[in-house]
């Protein structure tokens, strides 16, 4: 299987992505690891090389929170209203339920949640769901099983991408599934330590198949810069497949997602968006403008510390969320502030670290575009908006 695997992108010495650290720590050198990006070309899955034990990443001190974007909730409610109209399942299962921004559109008496970030599960123990502070794997399906028997939906927001041992993950998922069972399955995905895979269609089907689970319908969606929501059932049960697989099976191939070249080519996309990006920053170096971040996100980590941009250019962070608030950013050391209003501030630029909120953020910033603030965005390439 190794051979298989070829490096096509190295995002270079990044410290891990939601480790946020508090002021005694930014004087200590952080722990660092290179960041390589893999296609397989067996199954056509992309991977990053150094995985982190999970308990480094997922543990009591977990900053995300899928509640912070109004965007967000939004989705999660059209989601359960399709799921209630067209599955009406009588037991739900959510994989990572974070703090409970998918789970509290059901009733607490048909869902459970797994939630391994303790100081996140908290938060819907509190509010009196069925949550488990407890990595999703075959030893706890096989309890869920015994206590609560089969689940008509499993849902995951991208939290199939966090956990190495996809065997397991889908063992587990075949184990409590029930016989007219179905798996619902985001992904967004974007390089940093906690993503391990990039899911295409491609490669989900192709490893699908060995747990008898295969596709039926595809959602493209708008969240997170563009994702697809998998809808995913037993090759027994007989739904009808829905056109939008085979859509994204001609997409996928149109665009290459099946060749190891066109990793290279986004390689050098990768490799100029760096170059432009630097060089507006440069520019507002230049003209002494002052530069503030929105939303210190985990991929802007990543963004960030590839593109060496530090404190000395972005004077700081602005972030709704309360654990990242009052720290600084992962390897780069800007200081994160809690959000309030961004009015007088004598801000001329604010780079979006939240792009993937951009709508929800310039609906917000009305006024400082209206008085001749602009945003710097890096996606989809870098430019001032
Ligand atoms: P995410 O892109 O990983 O979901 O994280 C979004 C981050 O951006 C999260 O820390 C909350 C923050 N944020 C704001 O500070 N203000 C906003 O208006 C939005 C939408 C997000």
Redesign the pocket.
């Known amino acids: 299987m190794k051979k298989n695997k070829i490096e096509f992108l190295d995002l270079g010495q990044q410290p891990l992505a939601n480790y946020y650290l508090n002021k005694s720590q930014i004087k200590k050198k952080e722990r660092k690891y290179r960041l390589i990006v893999c296609f397989d070309k067996q199954n056509k899955l992309v991977s990053i090389k150094k995985t982190f034990p999970s308990e480094m990443m997922f543990n009591n001190k977990y900053?995300?929170?899928?509640s912070?974007?109004?965007?967000?909730q939004k989705s999660f409610k059209k989601l359960s209203q399709q799921i209630k109209k067209e599955i009406n399942p009588k037991k739900i299962l959510e994989i990572g339920s974070n703090d409970g921004s998918f789970l509290k559109n059901f009733s607490k008496k048909i869902s459970i949640g797994i939630e391994p970030c303790s100081n996140v599960e908290r938060i819907t123990k509190k509010q009196k769901f069925n949550t488990i502070p407890k990595y999703w794997n075959i030893k706890l399906a096989k309890s869920i099983l015994k206590n609560h028997g089969s689940i008509d939906l499993i849902y995951s927001a991208n939290t199939i991408s966090h956990i190495k041992n996809l065997n397991d993950v889908f063992k587990s998922i075949n184990l409590v599934l029930s016989k007219k069972g179905v798996l619902i399955k985001n992904t967004y995905d974007q390089f940093y330590n906690e993503h391990i895979y990039v899911f295409s269609y491609l490669s989900l089907k192709n490893i699908l198949k060995k747990y008898d689970l295969e596709i039926y319908k595809i959602d493209n969606l708008d969240i997170?810069g563009g994702s697809n929501r998998y809808f995913i059932k037993r090759i027994s049960n007989k739904i009808r497949i829905n056109n939008s697989v085979l859509k994204q099976q001609k997409k996928e191939i149109k665009y290459g997602l099946d060749k190891k070249n066109t990793y290279f080519e986004f390689k050098k996309r990768v490799e100029n968006s760096k170059k432009r990006l630097v060089s507006i920053f440069n520019y507002c170096n230049s003209k002494n403008k002052r530069i503030i971040g929105?939303?210190?996100?985990?991929?802007s980590t990543t963004i960030l510390n590839y593109c060496k941009i530090d404190n000395a250019t972005i004077d700081y962070f602005?972030?709704?969320?309360k654990d990242?608030q009052n720290k600084y950013t992962p390897g780069t050391k800007i200081p994160i502030y809690k959000?309030e209003s961004i009015d007088n501030k004598n801000i001329d630029f604010i780079f979006l670290?939240?792009w993937?909120?951009k709508d929800?953020?310039f609906k917000?910033e009305k006024k400082f575009v209206k008085e001749g603030g602009r945003f710097i965005t890096h996606t989809p390439y870098p430019k001032i908006i």
Do not use: C, V, W
Not at 63 to 66: A, I, L, T, W
Not at 318 to 321: Q, R
């Open positions: 900053p995300y929170r899928s912070m974007s109004q965007t967000m997170h929105y939303g210190a996100t985990a991929k602005l972030d709704t969320t990242k959000y670290g939240a993937n909120f929800e953020i917000k």
